[in-house]
């Protein structure tokens, strides 16, 4: 069973860098195929794709925010972070983190940027 | 970037009659198109993925189709528990792009 779980704080101010991490289980980074990725969702608004981290370290971002964003990987410790600098209050949204393949994603976590 | 399109807005359904989604591409996806029902409060669910292929544990009710820029979603019975927000996106290209989103609602 995949499951995912996206942690990281809930309340950040503007100008402030965010960090998110994923902890994962039932499948590893490490296999052909497989990636990781972050999805975005304001409040009563659509998805967003943010970033993707595949097996072999290959990394996608969204172009409108390629220089805000940054994902890592640690395969040992089946964790994925994404870090987001400069944060706005146009970045509230829920979090979420998800295999690749979209058949597994997590919970979802809240984070509201205000002063 | 592929801009992803869906209609209706809204569809208000009564509970057993049969739910036509539609999404469209703003360019050939193949069939690199995947559906997701949303409900309040909780992640997206994946339904259907390679156009038409029902995800583990989906009901025979839900069925997908189409190729290229356009796309069909079929719920041919809605039960309570289908009422939620549908969304469709494409995996052909990065950036990976959604829909805005079709809710079903009860008539």
């Not at chain 1, 146009?90 to 002063?115: E, I, K, N, P, R």
């Not at chain 2, 989906?58 to 309570?80: D, M």
């Amino acid at each position: 069973q995949i499951t995912l779980k996206e942690s990281g704080p809930t309340l950040v101010k503007p100008t402030q860098t965010l960090t998110l991490t994923c902890t994962f289980s039932g499948f590893s980074l490490s296999t052909s195929g497989v990636g990781v990725g972050w999805i975005r969702q304001p409040p009563g608004k659509a998805l967003e794709w943010l970033a993707l981290i595949y097996w072999d370290d290959d990394k996608r971002y969204s172009p409108s925010l390629k220089s805000r964003l940054t994902i890592t990987k640690d395969t040992s410790k089946n964790q994925v972070v994404l870090t987001m600098t400069n944060m706005d209050p146009v970045d509230t949204a829920t979090y979420y983190c998800a295999h690749s393949t979209g058949v597994a994603w997590g919970q979802g976590t809240l984070v509201t940027v205000s002063s | 970037e592929i801009v992803m399109t869906q209609s209706p807005a809204t569809l208000s359904v009564s509970p057993g009659e049969r739910a036509t989604l539609s999404c469209r591409a703003s360019q050939s996806v193949s069939s690199n198109l995947a559906w997701y029902q949303q409900k309040p409060g909780q992640a997206p669910r994946l339904l259907i993925y390679g156009a038409s292929t029902r995800a583990t544990g989906i009901p025979a009710r839900f069925s997908g189709s189409g190729s290229g820029t356009e796309f069909t979603l079929t719920i041919s019975s809605l039960q309570s528990e289908d009422f939620a927000v549908y969304y469709c996106q494409q995996y052909n290209n990065w950036p990976l792009t959604f829909g805005p989103g079709t809710k079903v609602d009860i008539k």
